[in-house]
């Protein structure tokens, strides 16, 4: 008898580049992106993925196809599953995991990863809890194929562990792996993705229904990316209010630099919250980091302390941030 | 109106204490160090009893699995308004080597015992980082999930509007009980625990459960080898104005000169 429940089918299609240099470990990447374009965290991913033996990349969305050609010249990249559907559009973890599992089930992969923002996170343990799997969050660094170090206490702990789960689940800190090459991949060498599609994965269940998306309020800015950016400028309390945060973005814009903020910025209202850098906000590791107006709580410190150089601005000589700091500059904020 | 809304609180290492390392390598050093309960779980917990008092939830569980000490924790959250706690009470060892999918497991236990139709953890805890243990639990139980909310508002019976803290800004969904739900900073602002309903939690139930009552499979699949300081910065300098500041800067090849 066939199930009550509709079962809902979409395209999932692969590519397999280049069949000659195919490993025993296979790593299934989760790529993040915005229906339009690839995040870039997902290149840093590629980059840790690479580590642990071939790369496939599972794009799934509304226009996951559009993004999958994208996803095909990276370097690393050895093959392409794509899932396309409407329902797909949100990327809801609870829809998504059922792709994630399809897959394994077909490709039987050694470890499924993601980037560790809020996409990955929210994801990675979902499916790995189907899979009845301890994973592991936030790596910074890969020992061997099962050997792994992370981050603990707000970064003032690194943790090495030894991962004995059958399938390694995994999110990658992106500042802790460069970001893989968009062109001169072995993707890039062949036909490409579009003459080589065709249809693997014949069935996901789609139907859960459980959670709805709504819509996002997403904050508009030209300036970089405050992930990827390679100089950053942060405020805090310091900054003293809304208005006078307009000093921060013209520093940033004169640098070509993103734009983050405390918690402390950010609960005064200065600023919004995705613009956090921190333990439980952002994690930072740009060229260049500016703190203005900011003491350095460990919990801040915890987001950007791997900055190449960290330079502060502060009128307090005695505030934690200088312990930390390369240059620095008592200057008095009004 | 909802039954029971479940809370996970765990006891951790206060988040003001700068934590050590042990010469050992085998971890951060815990005695004579101040421990409360994560900050994260605080606002899990504050959330579930903002529910209760609206009327939109019948009762407040706060469950935490730990050392015997996690029972002060326990005592807090019955404090701030929970109505009964249960302690998932482990060894010393135990509770060092517990993993984040040991505690979903212990929760879905729970769940399956008393009659949950929301569960409210912290996004994550303040000492192993690990993000982990809302998802697991939304795995095991198949139940919808919203991460890293920062509001949570009835919309009709059963059904929630949320909204999460995404990367680049906030995500809206609707979301139908039984559900998950990890709390985000800007959810609410906890409450103090008061003297009068610190004296009054020592009344309220508190159930010890040992984890060979649970039956259930507590195999390890993370073995931490080693625990290490994170590499040491260089001393930095002061620099007296702002031209030696860009000066320094465009030296180090940091800041283009115009």
């Known amino acids: 008898m066939l199930s009550a429940r509709p079962v809902f089918r979409f395209v999932s299609q692969i590519t397999a580049i280049r069949r000659s240099d195919i490993r025993f470990a296979s790593t299934l990447v989760i790529a993040e992106h915005d229906d339009t374009k690839l995040n870039s965290i997902t290149l840093n991913t590629i980059t840790a993925a690479s580590k642990l033996g071939d790369v496939s990349v599972l794009v799934a969305g509304a226009n996951a196809k559009k993004i999958a050609e994208q996803v095909t010249k990276v370097e690393h990249v050895k093959r392409v599953l794509v899932a396309q559907d409407e329902k797909l559009k949100a990327q809801l973890p609870e829809l998504l995991t059922n792709v994630v599992l399809a897959s394994q089930n077909q490709f039987k992969f050694n470890a499924i990863v993601a980037g560790a923002s809020a996409f990955g996170r929210s994801l990675i343990p979902r499916v790995a809890a189907k899979l009845d799997v301890s994973p592991l969050s936030d790596v910074i660094e890969i020992h061997s194929e099962d050997t792994f170090s992370r981050p603990m206490y707000a970064g003032n702990a690194i943790s090495k562990v030894k991962s004995t789960a059958p399938i390694k689940m995994i999110t990658f800190r992106s500042t802790a792996f460069p970001p893989a090459k968009l062109e001169g991949g072995s993707g890039a060498a062949e036909d490409g993705i579009s003459s080589s599609y065709h249809i693997l994965t014949p069935s996901s269940d789609l139907s859960f229904d459980k959670v709805k998306f709504v819509g996002q309020e997403l904050t508009k800015s030209s300036r970089p990316e405050l992930n990827s950016a390679k100089v950053v400028v942060s405020g805090g309390r310091g900054v003293g209010s809304a208005e006078n945060f307009k000093i921060i973005y013209d ?5 070509n630099a993103g734009v983050g903020a405390s918690r402390a910025a950010v609960d005064a209202g200065y600023v919004p919250n995705d613009m956090q850098v921190g333990q439980t906000g952002k994690i930072v590791a740009p060229e260049l980091y500016i703190a203005i107006g900011i003491s350095g709580a460990i919990q801040h410190i915890a987001g950007m302390k791997d900055s190449k150089v960290i330079v502060a601005i502060n009128k307090d000589a005695d505030a934690p ?14 | 109106m909802l039954r029971s809304g479940l809370v996970g609180v765990k006891r951790v290492i206060d988040y003001a204490v700068k934590v050590r390392v042990r010469p050992d390598g085998k971890g951060v050093i815990k005695e004579n160090v101040q ?32 050392t015997a000490k996690s029972q002060e924790v326990l005592r807090t959250a019955l404090a701030k308004g929970a109505d009964k706690a249960i302690l998932v009470e482990v060894d010393n060892e135990t509770a060092e080597r517990i993993e984040p999918l040991h505690v979903a497991k212990i929760m879905q236990h729970v769940v399956s015992n008393e009659a949950i139709d929301v569960v409210l953890v912290g996004k994550q805890a303040i000492d192993d980082d690990s993000c982990q243990t809302g998802q697991l639990l939304s795995g095991l139980l198949d139940w919808p999930i919203a991460t890293f909310v920062s509001n949570i508002q009835q919309a009709d019976g059963n059904m929630f509007n949320i909204t999460r803290e995404i990367d680049g800004g906030l995500e809206m969904l609707t979301m139908k009980c039984p559900m998950i739900v990890t709390a985000d900073l800007r959810l609410n602002e906890p409450r103090y625990a008061t003297l009068p309903n610190i004296m009054k939690a020592k009344k309220k139930p508190l159930q010890k459960l040992k984890l060979s009552d649970l039956g259930i499979d507590f ?33 180090s090849g940091l800041v283009m000169s115009k």
Do not use: C, W
């Open chain 1, 251 to 255: 520093l940033a814009d004169k640098l």
């Open chain 1, 321 to 334: 941030i200088f312990q930390v700091v390369f240059i620095s500059h008592p200057l008095l904020l009004k």
């Open chain 2, 35 to 66: 421990h409360s309960m994560n900050p994260f779980d605080e606002i899990a917990l504050e959330e579930a009893v903002r529910l209760k008092e609206k009327k939109l939830l019948q009762q407040v569980i706060a469950l935490s699995i730990g």
């Open chain 2, 219 to 251: 195999s390890y699949q993370t073995q931490i080898l080693q625990v290490s300081e994170p590499p040491k910065r260089k001393a930095g300098t002061f620099v007296e104005d702002v031209q030696s500041l860009i000066m320094k800067l465009k030296e």
